[in-house]
């Protein structure tokens, strides 16, 4: 009888979100109404009441506002603003080449923000009117940089990261490292797809790149060498051992703010936009992680999360069928929920089911993030799509954005069956240096 509270909390945590209700809102008042029809009015007054510090509390979570002050003062300074050029050096000769250093710029500036929507935003008012301009399609154009957003979650330091590794328990430096593996490979997977539409359709995508002068080359890359000082300093001890994922943020966050200030684009407005923005998404993070670690309490105490898990292993699924089961759940979750909603509300019912099948968790959590990654740029909800949209409305328009991400998807959906397959590309790094 308890297990069925549980279905039913799903099944009305579903219907909150499918009617707009707040994730955290939902989780909290499905929650707390489960525990009550399970223990009592106490009882649940004691856990809503004790949840948000044994949550919040956690040390390792404290890395999450200092990874986004990082980001939010390198974007709001500046500092980031020379990786297009930078790449565009690098990589303009090659076919598609200013779609190609338009993703290899959104892999560093991920390096810097942990963020898909700062990336998407960051990258679209840069490289957009450029493509365009160039003779690329704008729907192309629009749909490569909403794409290339997605890295932002995927390169370390990654937000989704950080939270699925406090859930899960598991090293949050060990999914940084098998994080690096998947973003290089998404971004070739990107670059690729870039390179195959301009051989066919070079009506889409213009076979001849830009080139830039070589002064122009020696400004980008002397713009963008502080960025590298600030990703190797931050990157390198967390990998190297020097640095908890906790004091890397606070390193990353303090260095931010050195090197925008030495120089001169630390103005006191990016200083307090920067320290808003960090407290308003750090406090959106945290008042749906309460939730979820809530939600997770209720399925455990309905004995929903084992009955599932049992009934996984009677069911005698194959590692494929699983795979596709939950993959299926993600991108289907990812049309309508923004994925730091799906990840809390999904890790309490399938952690358990992972685990019971033996798999890593480290490898499991990298899946995770790339799938949830996919969702945004997937309709009707792609919210890398919509800040596509809301920077360059000049250019294209909601639809023909969904529409250039299209061959993106696919390849998206090629990195996930290779990481299925093979997770060794997910764990040759976490071996190698853990």
Known sequence: ???????????????????????????????????????????????????????????TLSAVPMFLLMGFVAYHSGLTGGLFAAAKLLLARVPGGLAVSSIFACSGFAAVSGSSLACAAAMGRIAIPEMVAAGYRPSIAAGCIAAGGTIGALVPPSILMIIYGVFAETSITQVFLGGVSVGILTAVAYALTVMLICFMRPDVIPRQGEIGERGDGRRALIDVAPVIALVALVLGGLFAGFFTATEAGAVGAAGAIVIAAVSGRLTWDVLTQSLTETLMASAALFVIGVGAAMFTRFLGLSGLSGFISQTVASADLSFWQLMVLIVVIYLLLGTFMEPFGALFITLPVLLPVVEAQGASLVWFGVLVVKLLEVGMITPPVGMNVFIIRSVASKYVSLTQIFAGVIPFILADIVVVALIIAAPGIVLFLPRLLG
């Open 1 to 59: 009888m308890n297990v069925a509270y549980g279905f039913w909390g799903i099944g009305i945590l579903l219907l909150l979100l499918l009617l707009r209700v707040p994730v955290a809102l939902a989780l909290v008042a499905v929650s707390f109404g489960g525990i009550v029809a399970l223990l009592g009015v106490t009882p649940a007054l004691g856990i809503l009441s004790g949840t948000p510090y044994d949550f919040v509390a956690s040390w």
